[in-house]
């Protein structure tokens, strides 16, 4: 399982997928707490966290906000199809959506629509703006379906390995 720069240079043991389960679970684990868990030392733990990290397998470790407690509990997927199939088109729509902060994912798909976006924001007001003022104006864009997220089942969910 060996990549170039920076990512997945050697293949992952018990001791590792058991590390990145826990911090998975919890980033915050102290290296003790987490030597202990998965029963090395500390030393050879920061060893591992390091290497994990240095690999590629860890890209990085932040705090996950309640969206509602700061007045962002409204989500929409929005399904964007564009005006061509080029890599021009891709290129110019994806350096554009890399910019707006309230798009937290944009995948390229297969199937009805070229994109899939998830849009977090305050309320239905919020959306009518943003549509009106922003996505309408992303480059190449020749529809966006809207879907509104009545109820979030399971989000941000653990990797499963």
Request: hydrophobic share 45%; net charge positive.
């Given at each position: 399982?060996?990549?170039?720069?920076?990512?997945?240079?050697?293949?992952?043991?018990?001791?590792?997928?058991?590390?990145l389960?826990?911090?998975?679970?919890?980033?915050?684990l102290?290296?003790?707490?987490?030597?202990?868990?998965?029963?090395?030392?500390?030393?050879t733990?920061?060893?591992?966290?390091?290497?994990?990290?240095k690999?590629?397998?860890?890209?990085?470790?932040?705090?996950v906000i309640?969206?509602?407690?700061?007045?962002?509990?409204?989500?929409?997927?929005?399904?964007?199809?564009?005006?061509?199939?080029?890599?021009?088109?891709?290129?110019?729509?994806?350096?554009?959506?890399?910019?707006?902060p309230?798009?937290?994912?944009?995948?390229?798909?297969?199937?009805?629509?070229?994109?899939?976006?998830?849009?977090?924001?305050?309320?239905?007001a919020?959306?009518?703006?943003l549509?009106g003022?922003?996505?309408i104006?992303?480059?190449?864009?020749?529809?966006?379906?809207?879907?509104?997220?009545m109820?979030?089942?399971?989000?941000?969910?653990p990797?499963?390995?």
């Amino acid at each position: 399982m060996t990549k170039m720069k920076g990512s997945f240079t050697m293949p992952l043991d018990r001791i590792d997928k058991r590390m990145l389960q826990l911090l998975q679970k919890d980033g915050r684990l102290s290296n003790a707490e987490l030597a202990a868990k998965v029963n090395v030392s500390p030393a050879t733990c920061h060893r591992r966290t390091q290497r994990l990290f240095k690999d590629g397998h860890i890209q990085s470790v932040r705090a996950v906000i309640n969206p509602e407690a700061v007045g962002l509990g409204a989500i929409a997927m929005v399904g964007v199809v564009l005006d061509r199939s080029t890599p021009e088109s891709f290129a110019n729509f994806e350096a554009a959506i890399l910019d707006l902060p309230m798009i937290l994912d944009c995948h390229l798909v297969a199937g009805d629509f070229d994109y899939l976006l998830k849009i977090r924001m305050a309320d239905m007001a919020d959306f009518n703006r943003l549509h009106g003022e922003v996505l309408i104006a992303l480059p190449e864009v020749r529809q966006a379906r809207t879907f509104f997220v009545m109820k979030e089942v399971k989000d941000g969910a653990p990797l499963s390995f």
